[in-house]
């Protein structure tokens, strides 16, 4: 992480970001600008930001800070470098706890969430303010960050507990894609001890474009740890190629079983067999020979087909999809008496 101020640039085809818990603390605060400065982060998703006098306190004017304050302090800000991109703060469903702001870059425009779910809230409250904005907001891309206070071992946290089922039914949902990857390695980590309870979160749509997920280990002065991750400008041109190595179309199958008869009589017997050296030997020696009658009795393709991934696939597919996948899992979690009744209400 030594790139310089301006490497989130259109020539680096990526925006750097950040999620990180502040912790209220001012020294975290001028910790991350010094971080946005030195590594060219164009976007943070905060929680817990540093609030003095009922101002949010630490950013100049080189920085466009988004939160709400209501009755109590924000505790959920999304921070961007200027000269910013097109960005937009979503008012109608933004709160202390949880903003929304689309950015927009390259025609695409993306939802931005930074979200606190606090422990001592109702986090079913706090999901449905989130889905209610993306059921009216319907973006085509979005992201979350959050500080959950909630825990699963889906996330590399030691335990489960009852909100990160929920946080977990959110998730099924809406087909979203956890980026998390840090197994062994808590995101939150302090003299009270330590847990996994920061998320990263994305919609199907944006799998493609988020890259480089990774969990810091360089000093935040918070408990928490730095999440980075990188936005790219364009879709990847993905390509698939076929793994068949032969062209069975016009193969005699009758043939091929009496070609492949005394294979079978050779292998038959696994009374030998008494190790797993043995049977690594085993299998690498039949797959060998049925390779070699394929290679002199069936043409082999002459090059690997290459397409581009379907385009037929639409948002409405993935909301039908959604939904289907939402009935089956409450089918199945529904008592057995109760499931003829709800299978035919759906």
């Avoid at 818990?21 to 998703?45: C, D, P, W, Y």
């Avoid at 986090?123 to 973006?139: F, G, H, M, N, V």
């Avoid at 062209?247 to 292998?267: A, C, D, G, I, Q």
């Avoid at 009658?293 to 409405?316: A, G, L, R, V, Y």
Wanted: with cysteine.
């Amino acid at each position: 992480m030594n790139s310089n101020h301006n490497s989130y640039s259109r020539s680096q085809n990526c925006i750097k970001c950040v999620e990180i818990n502040l912790g209220r603390s001012k020294h975290a605060t001028t910790q991350l600008i010094n971080f946005m400065e030195r590594n060219g982060i164009f976007v943070s998703l905060i929680q817990e930001l540093y609030v003095c006098n009922g101002r949010v306190r630490g950013f100049g004017s080189a920085y466009e800070v988004m939160f709400t304050c209501c009755a109590n302090k924000p505790k959920s800000a999304i921070v961007f470098r200027k000269p910013a991109e097109t960005t937009l703060k979503i008012n109608t469903f933004s709160t202390n706890n949880i903003i929304f702001s689309f950015i927009k870059f390259n025609n695409k425009r993306v939802l931005t969430i930074s979200a606190y779910f606090s422990p001592f809230s109702d986090i079913e409250s706090d999901l449905r303010q989130i889905q209610t904005a993306i059921d009216s907001l319907k973006p085509s891309y979005y992201i979350i960050g959050v500080d959950s206070n909630s825990h699963s071992r889906v996330w590399f946290d030691r335990r489960d507990d009852r909100r990160g089922q929920q946080i977990l039914n959110f998730i099924s949902e809406n087909n979203l894609i956890i980026l998390n990857t840090n197994e062994n390695s808590p995101t939150f980590d302090s003299h009270q001890g330590n847990s996994s309870i920061d998320l990263t979160l994305i919609n199907n749509n944006f799998a493609n474009f988020v890259h480089n997920w990774t969990l810091l280990e360089v000093d935040s002065q918070s408990d928490h740890k730095y999440i980075y991750f990188e936005i790219a400008d364009q879709l990847p041109n993905i390509e698939f190629k076929t793994t068949y190595k032969y062209n069975t179309k016009s193969v005699n199958w009758s043939e091929m079983s009496e070609k492949f008869r005394p294979l079978v009589e050779k292998y038959i017997l696994l009374n030998d067999i008494n190790d797993c050296q043995t049977l690594d030997n085993y299998v690498n020696s039949f797959t060998s020979d049925v390779q070699m009658i394929c290679d002199q009795n069936i043409p082999k393709t002459k090059f690997n087909i290459k397409k581009k991934s379907n385009k037929w696939w639409t948002k409405e597919l993935s909301d039908m999809r959604r939904r289907v996948c939402a009935l089956k899992r409450r089918y199945q979690r529904c008592q057995s008496s109760n499931r003829e009744n709800f299978k035919n209400e759906n």
